[in-house]
C-alpha cells in the first residue's frame, strides 16, 4: 500500500500524505474507507507512530480525511483529494512556467511540450 523511501531527502510524513492521496486519486482508496491505525500502520511500515499521526492531522486538517472517535480514521470524499491535487500541480506549474519564461522558453515550445507529455501515458496514471 505505502512505500517509504528512507534515503529521500522528502520527510516521511509527506510521503505518506502522497501516496495517500494518489491512492485515493487512483480509485484504490474510496469515500469512508477506513484507514489503518496509527499503531498499526507504524508498526507495518516500521517507523514512529508520531509520523502517522502528523500524516493524518494534515490530511484530516486538508479535508482528505476524517476521524471518528473510538473508531479511527476515514477517506473524505475524493473529490477533496483531486481539488488539493490540482491546487498543488497548478501552483507547481505556475513556478515552472515562471521559470521557462525566465530562461527564455518560447510559448509555442511550452505548448508542444504540453501536448507531448499530455499524449505520454505515465505509470501510476488511471485508465
Known sequence: MIKLDLQSRTPLYLQMEQQLIDLILLG????????PSVRNFARDLGINPNTIQKAYQDLENR?????AAGRGNFVASPSAAGDLKRRECMQTLDGLL???RRAGVSREEVHAAVDAAYDKPKEGDAQ
Do not use: F, K, R, V
Open 63 to 67: 479535508g482528505i480525511i476524517y476521524s
Open 28 to 35: 484504490q482508496l474510496h469515500e469512508n474507507d477506513q484507514l
Open 98 to 100: 515562471g521559470d521557462a
